[in-house]
């Protein structure tokens, strides 16, 4: 859980985790945008929504590893974090969700 004033939490091990930010010039757009992409990832479960926060667990094809993935509105900047829940690496798993997400984003808006 975080609010819209603090900001999400940093990431503890930049190994199974990505942390993101960026300000845009229309981050209520933006964040509809980006909660619509991430809703449509398969296997994910929106765990909390409102209109500056959205949480959902994603989970890994085969051996259905969560991932928690959150997308914060704080002032102009938008923040996204993907996290594994468990071990000590992701195989790269959190920072393609992220990039993903930002080129769907991007293709969106050109």
């Known amino acids: 859980m975080t609010d819209s004033k603090s900001g999400l939490s940093p990431c503890l091990n930049p190994l199974n985790c990505v942390f993101f930010q960026k300000e845009f010039e229309d981050v209520e757009k933006t964040f509809d945008q980006l909660v619509t992409i991430a809703q449509n990832i398969p296997r994910t479960n929106v765990l909390e929504s409102n209109e500056y926060y959205w949480k959902a667990?994603?989970?890994?094809?085969?051996?259905?590893?969560?991932d928690d993935l959150e997308i914060l509105k704080i002032g102009k900047k938008i923040q996204i974090k993907s996290a594994s829940r468990y071990g000590g690496g992701d195989l790269g798993v959190n920072g393609t969700r992220v990039g993903k997400l930002l080129t769907a984003l991007e293709k969106l808006n050109s």
Not at 57 to 66: A, E, Y
């Open 57 to 66: 667990v994603c989970r890994s094809l085969i051996f259905r590893f969560p």
